[in-house]
């Protein structure tokens, strides 16, 4: 999933023909984001060696509001990208809908009948 904005820029926006590597053959797509994990590891451990309970808990509660976006955008791209590689995955997962949305109708309306008797 966190190759999928890469994945969906280079199919769709451009056709990133001019990659750029770093020093130990890393693509700069990759190195980024791994310094910036790198240091709120760091940053967490620091907070973590506090004898606070609140401190803990303000960097537990700020690392799950964090990544819980990204990996909806994430995985938001992930989808779009599957849909456009795969244009029968669009058709199943629209009937799939369509399955669960008639099917909790169903439920709602028997659920009525059952409640008005």
Known sequence: TF???????CNYMSK??????????????VAGPHR???WW???????DEGDSLANRMFTLLFSILSILP????????ALLDK?????SF?????????????????????TKQVAAS
Request: with cysteine; net charge neutral.
């Open 3 to 9: 190759e999928a904005p890469h994945r969906f820029w």
């Open 16 to 29: 990133c023909r001019h990659e750029r590597y770093t020093d130990q053959g890393v693509s700069t797509w």
């Open 36 to 38: 910036l994990v790198e």
């Open 41 to 47: 590891l760091q940053f967490t451990q620091e907070q």
């Open 70 to 77: 990204l990996i909806t955008a994430f995985s938001t791209l």
């Open 83 to 87: 849909c456009m590689l795969y244009p």
């Open 90 to 110: 669009v058709t199943i997962c629209m009937v799939m809908a369509g399955w669960f949305f008639l099917g909790r109708n169903e439920i709602s309306k028997k």
